[in-house]
């Protein structure tokens, strides 16, 4: 697919169409919404991400960006509404249906296993094997030349993948936690808050990473607090206050004060006057 696409990569911040599959966004959302009893986290979110865009999902405390998420990466079903992947209608009923049309999500926690290496993280679960039926192994060459490839040739890093993970830093393991959802090959990465415990360099790091798969032809959804961070970096930027949608913005065309100022009153004062 696009990965092997030579013209998508140019097309990396670019506006819309994918090549052969024009104006099919990768990724729509049409009415969604999710009501937990009487609270509605999500309200008729519409939204269409297209095919290598880096868009961020920001928001206050509560404003439904981790309920939007889940929906789209299978961990809740919407209570209205209508996801599509690459033009057709999907349903999740759990994350291994989404992770089988290509989402897979890396969630802030990680769940990674301190004291084992890099490269069994990476495929923890879902080892490359040998053999048949009862008797298939692990091949541990295999899984060591895969996570090679994934963190040296997607992620760009050069780094033993016989390290344990509890002796790396903070950007180091959320780098890990990409490579194990690149180990499943997909073609959307959902990330919630990438950056939030991150130092300068290491949110620098998880920038340039997550550029660089955006430039190989995956989508890229990051829910984050960092505003700084994806005005850095995103494509568009989503604001969700109270469950809607309220604006998506270019990061050229808004800067940090206006999007605070959306994400905490769902609207804009400023600007109104010279409508
Ligand atoms: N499983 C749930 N049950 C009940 N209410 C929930 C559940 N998950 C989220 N909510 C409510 O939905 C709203 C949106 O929450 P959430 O999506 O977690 O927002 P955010 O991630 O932006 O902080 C909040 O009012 C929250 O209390
Ligand atoms: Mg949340």
Not at 116 to 124: K, P
Not at 130 to 138: H, L, S, W
Not at 172 to 190: K, M, Y
Not at 266 to 274: A, I
Request: aromatic share 6%; no cysteine; charged share 25%.
């Amino acid at each position: 697919m696009s990965v092997e696409d030579e013209g998508t990569t140019e097309q990396h911040h670019a506006e819309s169409t994918d090549t052969g599959t024009a104006g099919t966004p990768k990724l729509r959302a049409e009415n969604l919404t999710k009501q937990f009893g009487r609270i509605v986290a999500v309200e008729d979110v519409s939204l269409d991400i297209q095919s290598s865009e880096v868009f961020a999902l920001v928001g206050d405390n509560g404003a439904g960006k981790s309920t939007l998420m889940n929906m789209l990466s299978g961990v809740h079903a919407p209570t209205k509404g209508q996801i599509y992947k690459d033009g057709e209608p999907v349903n999740f009923s759990n994350p291994s249906e989404a992770r089988n049309k290509g989402i897979e999500t890396v969630y802030q926690d990680l769940a990674l296993m301190d004291d084992l290496d890099i490269a069994t993280n990476i495929f923890m679960g879902q080892f490359p094997r040998n053999g048949f039926g009862p008797f298939r192994i692990i091949d541990w060459d295999e899984t060591y030349e895969r996570a090679e490839q994934i963190m040296m040739d997607q992620l760009g890093r050069d780094v033993d993948i016989k390290t344990e993970v509890e002796f790396l830093s903070g950007g180091q393991r959320q780098l890990v936690a990409i490579g194990r959802a690149l180990a499943f090959d997909p073609d959307v990465i959902v990330l919630d808050e990438p950056t939030s415990a991150l130092s300068v360099d290491a949110t620098r790091l998880v920038q340039d990473t997550i550029d660089k798969l955006a430039n190989q032809g995956i989508t890229i959804i990051i829910v984050s607090h960092n505003i700084e961070s994806v005005l850095n970096h995103a494509d568009r930027i989503g604001v969700l206050f109270r469950g809607s949608l309220v604006d998506i913005k270019q990061p050229d065309e808004t800067n940090l004060e206006e999007l605070n100022e959306l994400m905490t009153t769902g609207t804009l004062s400023s600007g109104r006057l010279d409508d």
